[in-house]
């Protein structure tokens, strides 16, 4: 058997066997002894900073996870619980495939303020990739309509039948989801 220590491009080595009386036989061998392959691993998305967000929303991003010459499946996780990945294991053939795996990640913060979490990749061999992602996250505005009218009552307590009396009312609304009907 041959096992090559080096790379090496057409080596050769010979052995020879003989015996007493017959003529020595000696064979060649030619190989060509190529370095192993070395696992990569390359994680892309379109952004990482998520920007100001709403404290309770979920966001999504997709990140395109790319591989060659792996020896095993990738490891996925999040260093903090408001980032999460939908898998925490993504196997070796979607990685090495002509697309790569896309990875969906959801944001889900529970804190105002400014967050950071990174997002890991690990795969046997291969350098592992970190992705970090940032957001500030905001309470909502809860906006209540409302609706006043002035003055708020009007006394006709002294009109006579057949006459007619008229009134000014002035309406004022604020953050209003419609129209308002009379």
């Known amino acids: 058997s041959l096992k090559p220590t080096a790379v090496?491009?057409?080596?050769t080595?010979?052995?020879?066997f003989n015996t007493e009386g017959a003529e020595a036989k000696t064979p060649q061998f030619t190989w060509t002894a190529k370095a192993p392959?070395?696992?990569t691993l390359n994680v892309s998305t379109a952004t990482t900073a998520f920007g100001t967000v709403t404290t309770g929303e979920n966001i999504t991003a997709t990140v395109t996870v790319k591989a060659a010459d792996l020896k095993g499946d990738i490891t996925v996780g999040s260093d903090k619980p408001a980032l999460k990945p939908a898998v925490n294991s993504i196997a070796k053939a979607d990685a090495e495939s002509a697309t790569g795996y896309l990875l969906k990640v959801t944001l889900l913060p529970t804190e105002d303020g400014a967050g950071v979490a990174n997002l890991t990749f690990n795969a046997d061999g291969a350098e592992a990739k970190t992705l970090q992602f940032t957001w500030t996250?905001?309470?909502p505005v809860v906006v209540t309509p409302?609706?006043?009218v002035t003055p708020a009552d009007y006394d006709w307590s002294n009109?006579?039948?057949g006459t007619s009396?008229?009134?000014t009312l002035a309406l004022q609304g604020a953050n209003l989801n419609g129209n308002v009907t009379v």
């Open 165 to 167: 009396a008229t009134a």
């Open 37 to 39: 392959a070395v696992p």
């Open 13 to 16: 080595a010979t052995l020879t």
């Open 159 to 161: 009109l006579t039948v």
């Open 8 to 11: 090496a491009d057409n080596a």
């Open 146 to 148: 409302s609706l006043s």
């Open 137 to 139: 996250a905001q309470t």
